[in-house]
Nanobody, 127 residues
């Protein structure tokens, strides 16, 4: 079965860095787009970043310039390097693989377009 496992979350102070990993198994995703979403307490799940099969990336405006998404297809793994963390970055971070294309290019930021999800990893940034 397909499984995505996030790791690397934790408690850090504002301004610190953190690197999240998403190890996939059960299926090779080199031809699929992979993304990261986050969900803060009391808020809807929101798009953070995506990396396409060809390597192009796209980021939410709130993290652009601070976060970097990457992938290692040989390891079937995606990463999210988070720098200059802010308290508002506090959330559970989920990695995902896009499976559906009901919304075309707009779907890259829509959770429903992603068919596989990890269990999430908590990132807490103190002020």
């Amino acid at each position: 079965q397909v499984q995505l496992v996030e790791s690397g979350g934790g408690l850090v102070q504002a301004g610190d860095s953190l690197r999240l990993s998403c190890a996939a198994s059960g299926r090779t995703f080199s031809s699929y787009g992979m993304g990261w979403f986050r969900q803060a307490p009391g808020k809807e799940r929101e798009f953070v970043a995506t990396i396409r099969s060809g390597g192009s990336t796209y980021y939410a405006g709130s993290v652009k310039g601070r976060f970097t998404i990457s992938r290692d297809n040989a390891k079937n793994t995606s990463y999210l390097q988070m720098n200059s963390l802010k308290p508002e970055d506090t959330a559970v971070y989920y990695c995902a693989v896009r499976i559906y294309f009901s919304f075309g290019d707009l779907g890259w930021v829509i959770p429903r377009e992603y068919g596989y999800w990890g269990q999430g990893t908590q990132v807490t940034v103190s002020s």
